[in-house]
């Protein structure tokens, strides 16, 4: 392997974790708007049966 074939298999490495950590970043806060949303829509249902019972 020569220096360039290092430099950039390095450069590749280096994109690739810098990625990763984007996308794991996005994924995290979809995953916490979900959670908050279910958790809302949850919320109104009780309140909803609660409402119909009272």
Do not use: E, N, P, W
């Not at 810098?18 to 794991?24: A, E, F, S, Y």
């Not at 249902?45 to 119909?52: E, H």
């Amino acid at each position: 392997m020569s220096k360039v074939d290092i430099l950039t298999v390095l450069i590749l490495i280096v994109v690739g974790i810098v990625l990763l950590r984007i996308v794991g970043a996005v994924f995290r806060v979809i995953l916490t708007i979900g959670v908050i949303l279910l958790i809302v829509y949850i919320i109104q249902q009780v309140v909803t049966v609660s409402m119909i019972l009272i």
